[in-house]
T-cell receptor
Framework: GAVVSQHPSRVICKSGTSVKIECRSL??????MFWYRQFPKQSLMLMAT?????????EQGVEKDKFLINHASLTLSTLTVTSAHPEDSSFYIC????????????FGSGTRLTVV | GENVEQHPSTLSVQEGDSAVIKCTYS??????FPWYKQELGKRPQLIID?????GEKKDQRIAVTLNKTAKHFSLHITETQPEDSAVYFC???????????FGRGTSLIVHP
Protein backbone atom coordinates (compact mmCIF):
# COMPACT_ATOMS: atom_id res chain seq x y z
CA GLY A 1 0.00 0.00 0.00
CA ALA A 2 0.87 3.67 -0.19
CA VAL A 3 3.45 4.80 2.35
CA VAL A 4 4.08 8.36 3.53
CA SER A 5 7.23 9.12 5.48
CA GLN A 6 7.50 12.18 7.71
CA HIS A 7 10.61 13.57 9.40
CA PRO A 8 11.55 14.42 12.02
CA SER A 9 9.23 12.63 14.40
CA ARG A 10 10.15 14.94 17.26
CA VAL A 11 11.86 18.30 17.38
CA ILE A 12 12.55 20.79 20.13
CA CYS A 13 13.59 24.27 19.12
CA LYS A 14 14.12 27.64 20.72
CA SER A 15 11.71 30.51 20.26
CA GLY A 16 12.52 32.56 17.21
CA THR A 17 14.14 29.76 15.23
CA SER A 18 12.72 27.97 12.19
CA VAL A 19 11.93 24.30 11.83
CA LYS A 20 11.51 22.31 8.62
CA ILE A 21 9.34 19.19 8.44
CA GLU A 22 9.53 16.83 5.47
CA CYS A 23 6.76 14.69 4.05
CA ARG A 24 7.64 12.08 1.42
CA SER A 25 5.51 9.67 -0.54
CA LEU A 26 7.73 6.61 -0.76
CA UNK A 27 6.11 4.41 -3.38
CA UNK A 28 3.78 6.70 -5.25
CA UNK A 29 3.58 10.15 -6.74
CA UNK A 30 1.44 12.79 -5.12
CA UNK A 31 0.74 16.06 -6.87
CA UNK A 32 -1.19 17.09 -3.79
CA MET A 33 -0.27 16.71 -0.16
CA PHE A 34 -2.01 18.06 2.90
CA TRP A 35 -0.71 19.46 6.15
CA TYR A 36 -2.68 19.13 9.36
CA ARG A 37 -2.18 20.38 12.87
CA GLN A 38 -3.44 18.57 15.91
CA PHE A 39 -3.61 19.89 19.46
CA PRO A 40 -3.83 17.42 22.35
CA LYS A 41 -7.13 15.57 22.47
CA GLN A 42 -8.42 17.51 19.50
CA SER A 43 -9.17 16.72 15.89
CA LEU A 44 -7.02 17.12 12.81
CA MET A 45 -7.26 20.64 11.47
CA LEU A 46 -6.33 21.17 7.85
CA MET A 47 -3.73 23.93 7.55
CA ALA A 48 -2.97 23.92 3.85
CA THR A 49 -3.02 21.99 0.63
CA UNK A 50 0.40 21.58 -0.94
CA UNK A 51 0.45 21.53 -4.74
CA UNK A 52 3.44 20.30 -6.69
CA UNK A 53 4.99 23.07 -8.73
CA UNK A 54 2.65 25.79 -7.54
CA UNK A 55 1.72 27.78 -4.46
CA UNK A 56 0.06 26.10 -1.54
CA UNK A 57 -3.55 26.82 -0.68
CA UNK A 58 -3.95 27.89 2.92
CA GLU A 59 -7.03 27.51 5.08
CA GLN A 60 -8.59 30.56 6.60
CA GLY A 61 -6.71 31.77 9.65
CA VAL A 62 -3.43 30.07 8.77
CA GLU A 63 -0.55 32.49 8.28
CA LYS A 64 1.18 31.67 5.01
CA ASP A 65 4.27 33.65 5.93
CA LYS A 66 4.67 31.72 9.12
CA PHE A 67 3.99 28.25 7.76
CA LEU A 68 5.95 28.05 4.53
CA ILE A 69 5.11 25.13 2.28
CA ASN A 70 7.21 23.94 -0.61
CA HIS A 71 6.23 21.06 -2.89
CA ALA A 72 9.14 20.91 -5.30
CA SER A 73 8.73 17.34 -6.49
CA LEU A 74 6.03 14.73 -6.89
CA THR A 75 7.23 12.93 -3.78
CA LEU A 76 8.26 15.67 -1.37
CA SER A 77 6.51 18.47 0.44
CA THR A 78 8.06 20.50 3.24
CA LEU A 79 6.51 22.63 5.95
CA THR A 80 8.72 25.26 7.56
CA VAL A 81 7.55 26.86 10.77
CA THR A 82 9.29 30.23 10.78
CA SER A 83 10.12 32.25 13.88
CA ALA A 84 8.57 29.59 16.04
CA HIS A 85 6.87 30.50 19.31
CA PRO A 86 5.63 28.29 22.16
CA GLU A 87 2.06 28.53 20.86
CA ASP A 88 3.25 26.79 17.69
CA SER A 89 3.98 23.68 19.73
CA SER A 90 1.73 20.99 18.32
CA PHE A 91 1.55 17.73 16.42
CA TYR A 92 1.88 18.27 12.67
CA ILE A 93 0.81 15.54 10.25
CA CYS A 94 0.93 15.37 6.50
CA UNK A 95 -1.15 13.18 4.23
CA UNK A 96 -1.23 12.32 0.57
CA UNK A 97 -3.49 10.58 -1.88
CA UNK A 98 -2.05 8.31 -4.52
CA UNK A 99 -2.72 9.57 -8.03
CA UNK A 100 -5.51 7.66 -9.64
CA UNK A 101 -6.93 6.73 -6.26
CA UNK A 102 -10.12 8.67 -5.88
CA UNK A 103 -10.60 7.80 -2.26
CA UNK A 104 -8.38 7.25 0.69
CA UNK A 105 -5.54 9.15 2.24
CA UNK A 106 -2.32 7.94 3.79
CA PHE A 107 -0.92 9.86 6.72
CA GLY A 108 2.66 10.49 7.69
CA SER A 109 3.78 9.48 11.16
CA GLY A 110 3.55 13.03 12.44
CA THR A 111 6.00 15.49 13.96
CA ARG A 112 5.81 16.58 17.58
CA LEU A 113 7.10 20.15 17.68
CA THR A 114 7.98 21.70 21.02
CA VAL A 115 9.08 25.31 21.09
CA VAL A 116 10.85 26.39 24.28
CA GLY B 1 -18.05 24.41 3.99
CA GLU B 2 -18.60 20.99 5.46
CA ASN B 3 -19.20 20.60 9.19
CA VAL B 4 -18.84 17.23 10.89
CA GLU B 5 -20.15 16.61 14.39
CA GLN B 6 -19.04 13.53 16.30
CA HIS B 7 -20.40 12.00 19.52
CA PRO B 8 -19.58 10.98 22.13
CA SER B 9 -16.24 12.59 22.87
CA THR B 10 -15.39 9.80 25.31
CA LEU B 11 -16.70 6.25 25.40
CA SER B 12 -15.83 3.73 28.07
CA VAL B 13 -16.87 0.08 27.68
CA GLN B 14 -16.07 -3.30 29.14
CA GLU B 15 -14.19 -5.83 27.06
CA GLY B 16 -16.65 -7.80 24.94
CA ASP B 17 -19.24 -5.05 24.82
CA SER B 18 -20.18 -3.17 21.67
CA ALA B 19 -19.25 0.45 20.98
CA VAL B 20 -21.08 2.88 18.73
CA ILE B 21 -19.78 6.25 17.56
CA LYS B 22 -22.04 8.61 15.67
CA CYS B 23 -21.33 11.44 13.24
CA THR B 24 -23.44 13.93 11.35
CA TYR B 25 -22.45 16.07 8.41
CA SER B 26 -23.89 19.19 6.86
CA UNK B 27 -23.08 19.14 3.16
CA UNK B 28 -25.34 16.91 1.10
CA UNK B 29 -22.64 16.81 -1.60
CA UNK B 30 -20.39 14.70 0.64
CA UNK B 31 -20.06 11.24 -0.82
CA UNK B 32 -17.17 9.57 0.98
CA PHE B 33 -17.00 8.83 4.70
CA PRO B 34 -13.82 7.30 6.13
CA TRP B 35 -13.12 6.36 9.73
CA TYR B 36 -9.66 6.62 11.24
CA LYS B 37 -8.15 5.09 14.36
CA GLN B 38 -5.36 6.98 16.05
CA GLU B 39 -3.33 5.50 18.86
CA LEU B 40 -1.51 7.85 21.18
CA GLY B 41 1.28 9.73 19.38
CA LYS B 42 0.80 7.80 16.16
CA ARG B 43 -0.61 8.54 12.76
CA PRO B 44 -4.31 8.09 11.97
CA GLN B 45 -4.99 4.82 10.24
CA LEU B 46 -7.92 4.25 7.93
CA ILE B 47 -9.97 1.38 9.36
CA ILE B 48 -13.09 1.42 7.24
CA ASP B 49 -14.86 3.70 4.81
CA UNK B 50 -18.21 3.96 3.10
CA UNK B 51 -19.41 5.67 -0.04
CA UNK B 52 -22.71 7.35 -0.59
CA UNK B 53 -24.11 4.61 -2.77
CA UNK B 54 -23.86 2.08 0.05
CA GLY B 55 -25.90 1.97 3.25
CA GLU B 56 -23.78 -0.39 5.29
CA LYS B 57 -20.36 -1.96 5.18
CA LYS B 58 -18.82 -4.54 7.48
CA ASP B 59 -15.29 -5.77 8.06
CA GLN B 60 -14.99 -8.42 10.76
CA ARG B 61 -15.78 -6.70 14.08
CA ILE B 62 -16.31 -3.23 12.68
CA ALA B 63 -19.17 -1.91 10.61
CA VAL B 64 -20.27 1.46 9.35
CA THR B 65 -23.77 2.59 8.46
CA LEU B 66 -24.79 5.61 6.43
CA ASN B 67 -28.11 7.42 6.29
CA LYS B 68 -27.86 10.02 3.54
CA THR B 69 -31.33 11.38 4.13
CA ALA B 70 -30.56 12.19 7.74
CA LYS B 71 -26.91 13.00 6.98
CA HIS B 72 -25.50 10.76 9.62
CA PHE B 73 -23.17 7.79 9.74
CA SER B 74 -22.03 5.54 12.54
CA LEU B 75 -19.18 3.23 13.45
CA HIS B 76 -20.01 0.01 15.25
CA ILE B 77 -17.39 -2.12 16.97
CA THR B 78 -18.52 -5.47 18.36
CA GLU B 79 -16.77 -7.70 20.87
CA THR B 80 -14.44 -4.89 21.86
CA GLN B 81 -10.90 -5.70 22.98
CA PRO B 82 -8.40 -3.61 24.98
CA GLU B 83 -6.38 -3.03 21.81
CA ASP B 84 -9.38 -1.22 20.35
CA SER B 85 -8.65 1.58 22.82
CA ALA B 86 -7.74 4.67 20.75
CA VAL B 87 -9.19 7.87 19.39
CA TYR B 88 -11.51 7.38 16.46
CA PHE B 89 -12.19 10.10 13.92
CA CYS B 90 -14.96 10.20 11.37
CA UNK B 91 -14.60 12.32 8.27
CA UNK B 92 -16.61 13.46 5.30
CA UNK B 93 -15.37 14.45 1.87
CA UNK B 94 -17.22 17.07 -0.14
CA UNK B 95 -17.82 16.46 -3.81
CA UNK B 96 -14.83 16.25 -6.10
CA UNK B 97 -12.22 17.71 -3.76
CA UNK B 98 -12.03 14.62 -1.58
CA UNK B 99 -10.31 16.65 1.12
CA UNK B 100 -11.79 15.24 4.33
CA UNK B 101 -13.28 17.30 7.11
CA PHE B 102 -12.76 15.52 10.41
CA GLY B 103 -14.98 15.13 13.40
CA ARG B 104 -13.61 16.05 16.82
CA GLY B 105 -12.77 12.49 17.68
CA THR B 106 -13.98 9.91 20.19
CA SER B 107 -11.67 8.52 22.82
CA LEU B 108 -12.64 4.86 23.21
CA ILE B 109 -11.47 3.08 26.34
CA VAL B 110 -11.98 -0.67 26.58
CA HIS B 111 -11.54 -2.00 30.11
CA PRO B 112 -10.24 -5.57 30.45
Amino acid sequence: GAVVSQHPSRVICKSGTSVKIECRSLDFQATTMFWYRQFPKQSLMLMATSNEGSKATYEQGVEKDKFLINHASLTLSTLTVTSAHPEDSSFYICSAREEGSVYGYTFGSGTRLTVV
Amino acid sequence: GENVEQHPSTLSVQEGDSAVIKCTYSDSASNYFPWYKQELGKRPQLIIDIRSNVGEKKDQRIAVTLNKTAKHFSLHITETQPEDSAVYFCAASVGGSYIPTFGRGTSLIVHP
